[in-house]
């Protein structure tokens, strides 16, 4: 059986001989492993590769830690001959293992796995669904929307490197009130030929007719407070009109005509509600006109929300209809249905409604589905008053759907709708699914924030996936240019494109999904440390070494590079290979806790590491049995940011 992970192989050898040690020294009613806590050492530790804590076990013993760990760490001596060092620091026993033991198990996995080093498959996979981006059709994808899809694409490539099965979906949010704007816009035009990208023809309509029914609305109120006398109202109205202006005059700067025309027509409509009513509930019930109008609005931005995705190297296994999947289907009435049969829905002022919190408190949900205390649920409106559904009610028959086909779900999604998220589980508790309830997983992630701006996508007012790609490639290209003037200009542009994608896609997962996220140019595009560039630069330094040495005949095929029994490695070799056993357990860790910064953190630690490496380390013109133990180092540290670009959806280069 291959050996998937080295470090865990470590880690499981000093657990067992430590055990041994307990139970011949205390007995074997010590011989748990609740009494000890092996970590990994810290950075600042320069040789140390583990530590051993065991104070519960001092405890249970009533002795002092530093007695127990000297006592323990004479035994560790005689119990294997792995070890190279074991220190006792006060309560701790810091551990080091054999340079040749270490270099074995890098060998022995390097040999079995080659390029797919890193693969950690668990002992029994999972059907998974990740849902993500699934962005409102009604603009372009913007920052907002990158981070999700960063995310997204990431986490389902991370699953997928520990054996599971997965599937990415785009759930097409082609239902409710911005689509009626958005679609009675181009009712409003006519037939509209696109003077840009699809879905930026899209955004424009959308942002337009909304600041339109806004300043229409608003000056028929004005009017109100006019007769009524309510000047102190009609001030604070004016501002707000003054802003809605503003922003349709900026808008009207990028297609005039088009605007001109939407405002003639938008005003001529007597009750724009009315049209926006019909727009939904025509939508709702399938009537062919209307199906037929706003698939014509969902369908242009679809198209380029797919040439922006596969720019992006963000794929997706299904597009999921929102329409056809819970509406059309019956699926949603069957959801309403049955919610309404357990007791907790009730009619309020003609709209459906269920008490989500009172379900929850009776069945004890607070408690099966970890949902806090102190956390208040509002109620959930299953459908208006004119019988129309919501959002989450048809998210209840979408989940549904999706676990027909599933053991697991993780709806990428903002922090901003953990409150819908767990009204959509409670709701699936109370249909009997309580089970699926367990599985479906909320993934959270904070805000994307450019310091100085603020967007709104009813106002047109963002900065589109697209302009990032186009700013984040010619910021590349200036630097490409300062460092290889001479390089012929179409390879150059190719390589400006990759590393602007590296800065923008390194820069989403860097940070843990809970904290927001600061998008900085200068950080982004460094090429010196912690950045997509950075892991670029570095993957091409580590091939270049493995094309010269092929180039000057040196074998690096694996099998040649099995180390002598003799090997004494320098303080950077040995925390480079103690690294490089780790990536398996890493690329675990961060697919189960769903956290790729923990890889983004490590790669970027080993990058900082090789680079000190190549600076002091010659590989091509050290002595043969050095050479044979530093090309399996290089290979090996290639091989991990190769693997680490892809699961980031990148393609490693090999020039820049």
Sequence with gaps: MPLYDPYRKVYDTLKNVLLDAISEVYGEEFREEALF???????????????????????????????VAKEISDHLQTKANIFKDIKVEGPYINVSFKDEYLITLLYKSIRDLGEKYGFNPMPKSERIIVEYLSANP??????????????????????????????????????????????????????????????????????????????????????????????????????????????????????????????????????????????????????????????????????????????????????????????WSGAVDNVIRNLSSTGYVYREKGALIFDVQKYASDMGLYEKLNIPRSLELPKLTLTRADGTTLYTTRDIAYTLWKFKFADKVINVIGAEQRIPQIQLKVALAALGRLDIAKRLIHYSYE?????????????????????????????????????????????????????GLSAIKYSMLSVSPSRPLVFKWEEALSFERNSGPFLQYTHVRAYNILEKAKKKGIKIDIVSLKPTSRICLSDIELKIVFEELKFPTIIRASANLMRPDILIDYVNNLALLFNTFYEQKPVIKAKEDERKVRLLIVRTLQIIFKNTLKIMGLEPLTRM
């Design 37 to 67: 806590k092996v970590e990994y050492a810290p950075r600042h530790k320069r040789k140390a590769h583990l530590i051993i804590m065991i104070f519960p076990l001092a405890r249970k013993l009533s002795e002092k830690p530093e007695k």
């Design 138 to 327: 009604i603009h372009p994808i913007h920052i907002g929307g990158i981070r999700n899809a960063v995310l997204g694409s990431t986490l389902a490539n991370l699953l997928e490197m520990v054996g599971h099965k997965v599937r990415r979906h785009f759930y097409i949010n082609d239902m409710g009130r911005q689509v009626a704007i958005a679609a009675l816009g181009f009712k409003v035009l006519g037939e509209v030929k696109p003077w840009c990208k699809s879905d930026h023809v899209v955004g424009f309509i959308y942002a337009a007719t909304s600041i339109i029914l806004d300043i229409l609305a608003l000056k028929k109120k004005l009017e109100r407070y006019k007769i009524e006398g309510k000047f102190d109202d009609y001030r604070r109205e004016i501002t707000k009109l003054d802003r809605l202006i503003a922003d349709l005059t900026h808008l009207k700067k990028k297609n005039p005509e088009v605007l001109d025309k939407l405002l003639d027509g938008l005003s001529k409509i007597k009750d724009p509600e009315r049209e926006l009513s019909k727009i939904i509930y025509g939508y709702e019930v399938k009537v062919p006109t209307i199906v037929k109008l706003v698939r014509k609005v969902c369908e242009m931005a679809l198209e380029g929300f797919k040439e922006t995705l596969s720019r992006a190297k963000i794929p997706f296994d299904s597009f999921d209809w929102e329409s056809e999947i819970t509406a």
């Design 447 to 499: 805000m994307v924030q450019i310091p100085g701006y603020r967007m709104s996508g009813r106002r047109g007012k963002y900065i589109t996936f697209d302009e990032l790609m186009d700013e984040a490639q010619r910021r590349a290209l200036n630097e490409v240019n300062k460092r290889a003037p001479h390089m012929p200009e179409n390879i150059k542009s190719r390589i400006a494109e990759v590393i």
